[in-house]
């Protein structure tokens, strides 16, 4: 297995993100943050979900799609606060036929041993072991 291919096998399986191409914040260039709807990062929060749902929950749903995609806040990185992150919001159309509010972070340079950036998600009701706390307030 060469070195590449071994990073990337650690970044799914720590649902992490690297820089390049596979980001889903590869637009994030520093204190540059991607749309919250941009396309490598709609689509990289839906094939995690499968993935969780699939080896986790076993509840057999996946997100159809996300709409109403905004930016709720941003931080960006200081002197005394210095990782930039991107906060977010849309609705999660399931394949179950239920909407849910979903929320994601980006945060710069908190990937896999401080390489690239990290994406966050959680989806309102589908969070048993409140990994993002309540309501999945950590995200919000």
């Not at 596979?22 to 839906?46: E, R, Y």
Request: aromatic share 10%; glycine share 10%.
């Amino acid at each position: 297995m060469t070195m590449k291919s071994l990073i990337i096998a650690l970044a799914l399986t720590f649902g992490i993100s690297l820089l390049g191409s596979a980001s889903p914040a590869a637009a994030f260039g520093g204190k540059d943050f991607p749309a919250c709807d941009a396309p490598q990062v709609l689509s990289f929060i839906q094939k995690r979900f499968v993935w969780t749902d699939q080896n986790l929950l076993k509840r057999g749903l996946a997100i159809d799609s996300i709409e109403r995609v905004h930016r709720n806040r941003s931080r960006v990185g200081h002197e005394y606060w210095s990782i930039p992150r991107l906060y977010c919001h849309g609705t999660a159309h399931m394949n179950d036929g239920h909407k849910r509010q979903i929320w994601w972070l980006i945060e710069g340079g908190m990937g896999f041993a401080g390489i690239g950036d990290n994406l966050e998600f959680c989806i309102s009701g589908l969070d048993p072991l409140k990994v993002h706390g309540a309501w999945c307030r950590s995200v919000r």
